[in-house]
């Protein structure tokens, strides 16, 4: 029994000094990052407008379908809030020749489930499935997508899901401070300042409605269609040509470009009894199409953009505010803001804008080392070759380039062009764009508790 236990002592001995060498010597620096590569493609456009991307992509027997049409939120009227995501429910629920069942069944033969997605700027519609399946899969998503049923008897029901979504969103104080960040830049002018319908809106919402939406913003010279993954390709473009190429033409997207508004002010919304401030400060900054972008992309991650940033280190590691603050450029087409979010206990929502503020002054101020920048950089680059390392990523990829009217060369050089960014480069960001005198700050939380701690930021708005 004793020679147990001194075996033991000298084992934890032993492990405890192995911990107190390694914790001397330096980790292994990593390599050199990566360029991204993009697979081989090829592209054919049909006289209807409508192009196909065929992507040999993998050895795993699977194909990404994916048809991706420039319509969404952006189209909707004044009056029509929300009608595009009814839009994308409805589509759901049949054709001309399935009902919603047996759309579901069918894609579920093929190994799957169609997906529908509706953003601001896009609509996205896709089904992985088995390779053999891949012609069938085609055909599917064209039936889906042009000769959608829209049943009269399912649009009651889908409109109270919208109502109670509605009711949802509306008690979330991260939804609200959205709204009036939004609102605040852009206006009611502009769908982007757009976020939530009336229930009165919803109500209206009819089957002629949706179609009238459809007819206006759906056919072939809005849509690209992407297939990606391990097929056969002469059948692959023969099930596209069969199912897509008599599809309408349309009227081409012209997506009406915002004027984005902004002041140094302090936007607040009343919850009383609330224990936390929900905060959002941020500002309009350019979008992907500006030769600034990247850098921006670069000096917003060391900001606050990812877990070891400036601000997450200071108001979450340091002084406990928050528990998950970030920072986001979040962009639309032609357009994109800056905004730092965090979720502060009420008694500190005033010193944790101060510590925010105190860390974009302090990078406008002065650059930052080169070691610090350095890990923003191999994270940049690892995240983005690994997050486009798979079907969906991809085809993001390439719609996200149709979108914002880019080359190519975006995704190609995005490394490099990462990896260039200088410190001095970063401070240069930051001040021309991250401007404090411009900020506009949301804060939900309670009047009472609050209102004294952000007076000296900026006029109080209610």
């Not at 093929?110 to 085609?138: D, K, R």
């Not at 000769?147 to 409109?159: T, Y």
């Amino acid at each position: 029994m004793k020679i147990k236990v001194f075996f033991l002592i000298l084992c934890l001995a032993l492990g405890f000094a192995s911990i107190a060498v390694a914790q001397t010597e330096e980790p292994p620096k990593g390599g050199t990052p990566k360029d991204f590569v993009l697979p081989p493609r090829a592209t054919i456009s049909f006289d209807n407008g409508l192009d196909v991307i065929l992507v040999p992509y993998g050895n795993i027997p699977k194909t990404m379908v994916k048809v991706v049409v420039r319509a969404g939120n952006v189209d909707e009227a004044p009056d029509e809030i929300w009608i595009a995501d009814l839009l994308g429910n409805l589509l759901k629920e049949g054709t001309l020749t399935l009902t919603g069942e047996e759309l579901a069944f069918k894609a579920a033969g093929m190994g799957g489930a169609i997906n529908v997605s509706v953003g601001a700027n896009q609509t996205t519609v896709s089904l992985e499935v088995l390779s053999e399946f891949t012609p069938q899969a085609i055909a599917l998503l064209g039936d889906f997508l042009i000769n959608p049923l829209f049943p009269e008897s399912e649009i009651e029901r889908l409109k109270s899901d919208l109502l109670r979504e509605l009711s949802i969103q509306q008690s979330q104080p991260g939804a609200i401070a959205l709204e009036k960040f939004r609102k605040v830049l852009y206006g009611d002018d502009h769908s982007y300042g757009r976020i939530f319908p009336t229930e009165e809106m919803i109500q209206s919402f009819s089957i002629e409605k949706v179609r009238n939406f459809y007819e206006a913003n759906f056919g072939a010279i809005r849509s690209d269609l992407y297939i990606i993954g391990k097929f056969d390709s002469r059948g692959a473009k023969r099930a596209a040509a069969a199912a897509f190429g008599n599809w309408k033409t349309g009227v081409e997207s012209e997506p009406t470009v915002p004027a984005p508004t902004t002041q140094r002010a302090v936007y607040l919304v009343d919850r009383p009894g609330a224990p936390q401030s929900n905060l959002m400060i941020g500002l309009p900054v350019v979008d992907p199409s500006e030769p600034d972008y990247i850098p921006l992309v670069v000096t917003n991650t060391l900001l606050g953009g990812y877990f070891s940033s400036r601000i997450t280190a200071n108001i979450r590691e340091d002084k406990g505010y928050t528990y998950s603050p970030y920072s986001t450029l979040s962009v639309r087409y032609r357009d994109a803001y800056w905004v730092e979010t965090a979720n502060v206990t009420t008694e500190v929502t005033g010193p944790a804008i101060q510590e925010i503020l105190k860390e974009i002054e302090r990078l406008r101020e002065e650059p930052p080392p080169d070691e610090e920048l350095e890990g923003v950089q191999n994270y940049m680059s690892g995240s983005f070759v690994r997050q486009n390392s798979s079907k969906s990523g991809i085809a993001a990829q390439l719609a996200f380039l149709k979108l914002h009217g880019l080359d190519e060369s975006y995704l190609l050089d995005y490394v490099k062009n990462v990896l260039a960014v200088s410190p001095e480069a970063i401070s240069e960001m930051a001040t021309k764009y991250i401007r404090p005198n411009d900020l506009t700050i949301v804060v939900v939380g309670d009047k009472e508790k609050v209102l004294k701690q952000i007076r000296d930021f900026g006029e109080v708005k209610e």
